[in-house]
């Protein structure tokens, strides 16, 4: 067995059981169809696994390997079953009929049958081990049904930051994984920004030995109350960056990376000062800026924000940027390449000599034309290499580039306006969820975040295709992504809370079809057994809070709190007596009643605690029955 295959089953080999009771069988995303019928086929040691293609084989080992951790056996691998043996049989036989990343599951007393062919017969294999139930006695039994699926996009994608702080490639790998077992098919990789330069370019060394550190950064939200004084480095070597590359392929996801431009670049212009329209300038440092360390010359940011010291649209910047990108292009076989183009302030052009002749010369208007013919010089370059720029929706700003995509974070209109071009489009607004940055409730418990709010909820009740396009126009509506940006985001464990359970909401709303979007099933059915996998696999995913509770004040005299547990195998606790909960308060077993004396209010708290003894956030709710000092909300 290959490592890499080896490395993957560990992602799966927690996976706990899944109500078969559920109309979705356990499946995050929701399959497209699924038709049950009565009975069950048997899985035992007696039951032969069957391939007949490198596919297949690869597959075959996945599963086989996954049936060892729940049922403890393995099964015989063949190339044919015998007439009357059980049999799963892994086949791409009419796989060419199914939609791209389709496949086919079906599964009668005798057989059980998956077909489809690469990612396709990848998804029906992880489909089958999240609805395989644990063992009874010496054998496993799974219901007789029949499930088709295929993605209702083509892009379903994730961004890391790893810019504003460094993470490792350990981290990249583990978090590859628990993309790939939702379907998501993109990693988006952010390797440059203001605060570091991450992806060793071998013609210009400064760019790592430079830009890949900086002296310190702020502590706290923005503008921040201190600096840490301590160093953030790092960069991956080109070797490292190919092998993140490789490692996701197996798991068929594309890595797309991103080189910011003409904004975003302090880390590149603390490298190469002449990338500046002002070269000797200092880096603007506001005064109320903590700061670690010189403040003369070209720095690497300290701190977060927009910056004015952007590329020169010079010749020089141009052939380092085209030699830059001739090296990614070399380690990244994606038909993308992310190009940024976002938050680029026009300032610095605005008071160049050089920028304003240029601008002269090419009969540019202004500085957003400026831009747009910094965009399109690059796309000319990187198309002449067979690829295609995507970039965020900024690059609309001047005349959009022949052949670019557009990545919509500022809402909806920058996707709308792109598609109403024919351009492809992949829709990512932060106002819909989708920075998973953002905070996920509203306790004091939240740990310092950018801002905005994105509870999972919220991704789930987006649908990424705007209905003012029109029918035509909605087919440039190519997929789907959640951003992680990195500011306040310093460690892979953060990391892991901000990303879940948000993803398993983007993985519905990137695959399922919208009729098929149910989150009462997703939220109280699937949900609290994907996130007891995660438990178990040591994932820090951010704990739910309890379902049904508001924290909302709600008004009466007589209250009954019935709530569920939104992790599976977690304990509720919950106190009235202002105190903080734990596991010394009271445990949630039912449905509580508690009356409120006229004039008096009551504050229920409560805590989620999992398996492992991860806990939610406090979340409160005031029972008001006419306290002078609450203001009402809610009727209960």
């Not at 540019?364 to 370059?381: A, G, R």
């Not at 974070?409 to 989708?434: C, F, K, Y």
């Not at 149910?518 to 696999?537: I, V, Y």
């Amino acid at each position: 067995m290959n490592k890499t295959l080896s490395v993957f089953i560990g992602v799966l080999m927690g996976t706990s059981a899944f109500a078969q009771s559920d109309s979705n069988l356990g499946i995050i995303p929701a399959p497209v169809s699924i038709t049950k019928n009565a009975g069950t086929f048997l899985l035992d040691k007696t039951t032969v696994l069957v391939h007949t293609d490198a596919d297949g084989a690869k597959m075959g080992d996945l599963l086989n390997a996954f049936i060892v951790g729940r049922g403890g056996f393995a099964l015989r691998e063949v190339k044919t079953a015998t007439a009357g043996q059980k049999a799963i049989v892994l086949t791409s036989a009419g796989a060419d009929k199914l939609p791209n990343e389709g496949y086919n599951i079906n599964i009668s007393a005798k057989q059980v049958t998956l077909v489809g062919k690469g990612a396709g017969l990848f998804y029906a294999v992880e489909s089958l081990m999240q609805m395989m139930p644990e063992k009874n006695g010496d054998k496993i039994a799974l219901p007789i049904v029949s499930v088709k699926d295929y993605p209702r996009f083509s892009y379903r994608g994730a961004m890391l930051d790893v810019s504003r702080h460094f993470f490792p490639v350990s981290f990249v790998k583990k978090y590859i994984d628990q993309l790939a077992f939702y379907k998501i098919n993109t990693f988006h990789w952010h390797l440059t920004d203001d605060q570091g330069w991450r992806l060793e370019i071998k013609k210009y060394p400064k760019l790592t030995e430079i830009g890949s550190s900086r002296n310190g950064s702020v502590i706290g939200h923005y503008p921040g109350n201190g600096n840490y004084l301590t160093p953030v480095k790092g960069f991956y070597t080109q070797e490292e960056a190919k092998e993140i590359v490789k490692y996701a392929a197996a798991k068929y996801i594309t890595v797309i990376p991103e080189i910011e431009l003409p904004g975003h670049a302090s880390a590149a212009i603390a490298s190469y000062p002449e990338l500046s329209c002002f070269p000797d300038r200092d880096t603007f440092i506001s005064d109320k800026t903590p700061w670690a360390g010189s403040q003369k010359g070209k720095q690497v940011q300290q701190t977060w924000g927009v910056f004015d010291d952007i590329f020169v649209p010079s010749e020089n910047t141009f052939t380092f940027l085209n030699n830059i990108l001739d090296e990614v292009i070399a380690i990244f076989p994606s038909k993308y390449i992310h190009i940024g183009g976002d938050e680029a302030p026009k300032t610095y052009w605005k008071e160049s000599p050089f920028c304003q002749a240029l601008m002269k010369e090419k009969g540019l208007k202004d500085e957003h034309e400026l831009q747009s013919y910094f965009i399109q010089t690059i796309e000319k370059h990187v198309n002449g290499k067979g690829r295609s720029i995507i970039g965020w929706d900024e690059i609309l700003e001047g005349g959009l580039a022949p052949n670019a995509t557009v990545m919509s974070w500022r809402g909806e209109d920058g996707g709308i306006a792109a598609a109403q071009q024919n351009h492809d489009v992949i829709m990512t607004p932060g106002s819909m969820g989708l920075y998973i940055d953002h905070k996920q409730s509203n306790s004091p418990d939240e740990p310092v975040t950018i801002g905005g709010f994105a509870p999972y909820q919220k991704i789930y009740a987006y649908d990424p295709v705007p209905k003012v396009l029109t029918a035509d126009q909605r087919k440039y509506i190519k997929g789907v992504q959640a951003n992680m940006w990195t500011e306040y985001i310093k460690t892979p464990e953060k990391a892991e809370n901000h990303a879940f359970p948000r993803i398993l909401a983007l993985s519905e709303i990137a695959w399922s079809p919208v009729e098929r979007k149910d989150l009462k099933n997703f939220s109280e059915e699937r949900l609290p057994a994907h996130l007891a996998r995660l438990d178990k696999m040591n994932v820090n995913y951010w704990v739910p809070t309890p379902i049904g509770q508001s924290d909302k004040t709600l008004t009466g005299s007589e209250f009954t709190i019935d709530l569920k547990v939104p992790v599976k195998g977690g304990k509720i606790y919950y106190s009235i007596d202002l105190s903080r909960p734990s596991e010394n308060a009271f445990l949630y077993t039912g449905p509580v009643k508690i009356t409120v004396p006229q004039g008096e209010k009551r504050v229920l708290k409560t805590i989620v605690v999992a398996p492992s003894g991860r806990r939610s956030v406090t979340t409160e709710t005031v029972l008001n029955n006419g306290a002078p000092d609450v203001k009402a909300d809610a009727k209960k």
